[in-house]
């Protein structure tokens, strides 16, 4: 149980477009869920804390114009990067948090972002 | 306050010794600690967590030490293999909060 699922696993856009990712709670529900980015042989790196039904909360220095975060339902936040630079290349992870359980949070594999 | 510190930066281990890897932390209100391993291009895996209430917690080859006054808490990996090569995390919370994380420590398992 518990398997947080996210889609795509990789992607590759041009400078200037717009990539949006998924972010699935498969076998239970989240009310918070939390993106976090990752640049290589670097610690993960709290993006915001997305609730459900709410708006995302964002940590300083990050961009929310530029990462959208939508938190539509109980099993599925989506992290849109806008207007994609090279420097937004990284690898991009979502957990989840079972709302069930205080403190467990699970993550999901990851997506590689590539902006050419 | 918010930071956990993570030591050391890489490690390398014979095959069948003994891997410790330890972090600090400042916030007293944190009170889950729980170690996260990552292979490459993978998201990270929970591997053991602890509560503040012991000062112990094994399973299996993976041990976790806390020491509260010291605000201190260390992952020791018995009879470590080539397999659990890998980087590890160790992070903190209070209850519900975004986790945060230490810098991560690269091990290395030689056989």
């Known amino acids: 149980g518990a398997v947080v699922s996210q889609h795509p ?4 856009c041009k400078s200037g477009t717009s990539v949006k990712i998924e972010c699935r709670s498969l076998d239970f529900q989240a009310t918070t869920m939390f993106w976090y980015r990752q640049f290589p042989k670097q ?14 909360t964002y940590e300083q220095g990050v961009e929310k114009d530029k990462f959208l975060i939508n938190h539509a339902s109980l099993t599925l936040s989506t992290l849109t990067v806008t ?4 420097e937004d290349s990284s690898f991009y992870i979502c957990s989840a948090r079972d709302y069930r359980v205080s403190y467990e949070q699970y993550f999901g594999p990851g997506t590689r972002l590539t902006v050419t | 306050q918010q930071q956990v510190k993570q030591s050391p930066q890489s490690l390398i281990v014979q095959k069948g010794g003994i891997s410790i ?43 976790i030490s806390f020491n509260k006054s010291a605000k201190q808490f260390s992952l020791h990996i018995m009879d470590s293999q080539p397999g659990d090569s890998a980087t590890y995390f160790c992070a903190a919370n209070q209850a519900g909060t975004a986790l945060i994380f230490g810098k991560g420590t690269t091990l290395s398992v030689s056989s």
């Open chain 1, 43 to 56: 610690s993960l790196m709290l993006m915001a804390t997305s609730n459900e039904g709410s708006k995302a």
């Open chain 1, 9 to 12: 696993s990789w992607v590759i």
């Open chain 2, 21 to 63: 890897i330890n972090c600090a932390y400042e916030n007293t209100a944190f009170d889950y600690f729980p170690w996260y391993q990552q292979f490459p291009g993978k998201g990270p895996a929970l591997l053991i967590a602890i509560r503040p209430d012991v000062s112990e917690k094994k399973e299996g080859r993976f041990t």
């Open chain 1, 83 to 86: 207007s994609a630079h090279p």
